[in-house]
Structure formats: C-alpha cells, structure tokens
T-cell receptor, first 113, second 115 residues
Framework: DSGVTQTPKHLITATGQRVTLRCSPR?????VYWYQQSLDQGLQFLIQ???????AKGNILERFSAQQFPDLHSELNLSSLELGDSALYFC????????????FGEGSWLTVV | SQELEQSPQSLIVQEGKNLTINCTSS?????LYWYKQKYGEGLIFLMM?????EEKSHEKITAKLDEKKQQSSLHITASQPSHAGIYLC???????????????FGQGTILTVHP
C-alpha cells in the first residue's frame, strides 16, 4: 500500500459525459501528479500540483482539468468524454516539488462507451 | 524529448532463474525510477537511481545506472512467481530533478515466472 488513495477504482460512462476522479496523497506529501496509461500511449504525465498550485503540465487535453484543494487532495475532471479517453488514470504524490520518490496509487479505470 | 526503450518487451522464465531487464534512454538520465505494476496494486516503487555507476538492491532485485547515465538495468536473482508483473522504468529528464515529477516512462516489460 503506497498510501495514495484513488476513487473510484472503476468507472463506466457514456461519450459526452463528465467524470471526476479523486486522489488523496500520502500523508504529508505536498505534490500530486496525474498520469494516464493507455495501451497505445503507455504511461503519460498529465499535470502536477504542489501545495495547491499548478507546477507542470504534460499532454493534458483542454477537456481535462485538475485542481488541488487546501487539504491537499486532488481531483481530475474529464469532460466531453470520448471513446479514446478510456484508460487507467493514476495519481501519484511526493513530499517535495523536486523529483524524488514518487508514489503511485492503484489507479482509476475509466471506460467510455 | 526523451525516449526510453525497454528490452525485452516480455520475458518468460522458470522459477529460480535470474533475469535482466534493460532501459535505454535517448538522452542523459538524471533520475531513473523503476516501478512494478500489478493489476489492482497500481505502480509499486522499487528503486530510484541518480548517479552514474550507482547500484541499489532490495531483496532479490538490483538496479544499476551505467556510468554514462544513458542506460539502466534491473536484475532479479532467483526469480519467484511473486516477481511476475510489468516492470516500468521512468526517467526525470532534467538535472537536479527540476522536471517536477514529469517523468517519461518506457513501454514496460511483462515478466511471467512459471512455478
């Protein structure tokens, strides 16, 4: 158990819908990262927050947005969903904003039908 | 942009055998992470290497970063069924870890260990 908690574990939704994935980082970690894993693209970095502020962006679509709240939990919002958004979404956390040990959660499986 | 190539893509071994997985980068590696992925368990952190020539071990798994910092290897000694899973290497492309966790990952190596 990495200490990073993600909900829901599985989600099935229709195209055009909007979903929210939730992440609680390890106790004391200020940085939260979101990654997307799909068969064709592999594991790709989406976005990072540190203590509530956005710090880095990867290949995140404009239909996707994220935020980190004062209690440090984070949410990834996916809207106008397409079939190609079906993937495993990981949240990860670390203690500092510089790259050090990054712990991943179990992921949220999103299926868009 | 940095690209990571893992080899082999898949590996089937008999329990008790040793094995090695390689991760080769198109650019200098400033931080190299090894993770293991199993269904329902997410990505399990194994080791992180930062210095050229660095070697770390945990139980029966040893990871090395070569002197030129463009390749890392993961070696498992006396493999067990519990070692089965997908092994992923992830790289921090910036010196000093300034990429803010924006890691680039290899495509993964699927390891099967037959009892």
């Amino acid at each position: 158990d990495s200490g990073v908690t993600q909900t829901p574990k599985h989600l099935i939704t229709a195209t055009g819908q909007r979903v929210t994935l939730r992440c609680s980082p390890r106790s004391g970690d200020l940085s939260v990262y979101w990654y997307q894993q799909s068969l064709d693209q592999g594991l790709q970095f989406l976005i990072q927050y540190y203590n509530g502020e956005e710090r880095a962006k990867g290949n995140i679509l404009e239909r996707f947005s994220a935020q980190q709240f004062p209690d440090l939990h984070s949410e990834l919002n996916l809207s106008s969903l397409e079939l190609g958004d079906s993937a495993l979404y990981f949240c990860a956390s670390s203690a500092l904003d510089l790259s050090n040990t990054i712990y991943f959660g179990e992921g949220s499986w999103l299926t868009v039908v | 942009s940095q690209e990571l190539e893992q080899s082999p893509q898949s590996l089937i071994v008999q329990e008790g055998k040793n094995l090695t997985i390689n991760c080769t980068s198109s650019k200098t590696l400033y931080g190299l992470y090894w993770y293991k992925q199993k269904y329902g368990e997410g990505l399990i952190f194994l080791m992180m290497l930062q210095k050229g020539g660095e070697e770390k071990s945990h139980e029966k798994i040893t990871a090395k970063l070569d002197e030129k910092k463009q390749q890392s290897s993961l070696h498992i000694t006396a493999s067990q069924p519990s070692h089965a899973g997908i092994y992923l290497c992830g790289a921090d492309p910036n010196a000093g870890g300034t990429s803010y966790g924006k890691l680039t990952f290899g495509q993964g190596t699927i390891l099967t260990v037959h009892p």
